[in-house]
């Protein structure tokens, strides 16, 4: 039988303290998801590419609404949007999508649909946009188990200079005790299609 294994993943980016968290994991030589906002892609395009590089990116729309409280037609340009602008600044086609707060809206499966995504959750979530480091990584330790999707974020929802220093150390904390654990870390897309990169491969 093979090891654990375990995604690590962050929503509401790219910002510029991205750049610390993607040193950090270069460290440890930990792939990640980062699930872009477009605003946030068309406002720091060069580090959507240095994510990029090393990293899966997925879709988490253009500007962070409330899906559920939104048009359906309003749900189809936050995806669209958000889908152009981070193929523009990275060459790269996202396949993965992820509703801000969780929450889908009417119409959501059919903007999916157009461009080829597929929606995802999470398992666990750090709450990292309101606690302390120590309690995000004991969060995530107390809940973890074979399989995991950790949610946490190099972003804060639609601010453009966010404060992410608590889970930069979060997964300073994390990432070597899931590692003595005997945890491998994979893409989102290889946890959820073990012999293949995305749905269509």
Known sequence: ????????????GPHPQTLDLLELLDRFAVPAT???????VRARPEIARRVA???????????HPSLWRSLPSTIAQE???????IVEATGVTPRLFRCPYGVPGIGL???????????TGWTV????WK????EIASRVLESLTP????????????????????????VHVLVPAMLDRGYEFVTLSELLWPKKTSPGA
Do not use: W, Y
């Not at 980062?34 to 946030?40: E, K, L």
């Open 53 to 63: 590089g090393s990293h899966e990116i997925g879709n988490h729309t253009d500007t």
């Open 1 to 12: 039988m093979g090891r654990p294994r375990a995604s690590l993943t962050f929503d509401d």
């Open 131 to 134: 606690l302390r480091a120590p």
């Open 34 to 40: 980062f699930f872009q906002c477009g605003v946030h």
């Open 147 to 170: 399989g995991a999707n950790i949610c946490l974020h190099d972003g804060r929802d639609r601010n453009p200079e966010p404060d992410i220093r608590e889970t930069i150390e979060a």
């Open 125 to 128: 979530i750090g709450n990292d």
């Open 109 to 119: 499966r059919r903007a999916l649909a157009q461009h080829g995504l597929t929606k």
């Open 79 to 85: 995806v669209a949007r958000a889908q152009a602008s």
